[in-house]
């Protein structure tokens, strides 16, 4: 089950018609149908949330502890993430702490 596909704006629709001074001026010539401005604000907008979307994606696809099936929410996401800096944090102060003390995968050979 997936998405429906978004239509592509045409050239016609991104262009706005700044002579045209009647009270209907903000519509589009067609049927009376949305702004043609506002089409195209629509468009950048659903633009810019694709681009939030898969930064979100890749953020939760890179903290270690959470399965690729798992849907999250954008606050949930930045929760995880927030946590798992603060851990990688406490391991480095730890680190700096006592140099030689931590086992670490690589220092077992």
Not at 24 to 40: I, L, W
């Amino acid at each position: 089950m997936g998405m429906a596909r978004k239509r592509k704006i045409s050239e016609n629709e991104l262009q706005f018609d700044y002579n045209n001074t009647s009270s209907d001026s903000e519509y589009s010539e067609t049927n009376g149908k949305r702004p043609v401005a506002r089409n195209a604000a629509n468009a950048r907008e659903r633009a810019r949330m694709r681009v939030l979307s898969k930064a979100f994606t890749r953020l939760k696809t890179s903290l270690p502890w959470v399965p690729a099936d798992t849907k999250l929410s954008k606050l949930d996401t930045l929760r995880l993430a927030a946590s798992y800096i603060n851990h990688l944090r406490q391991i480095l102060a730890e680190e700096q702490t006592y140099p030689n003390s931590s086992v670490h995968p690589f220092n077992l050979f």
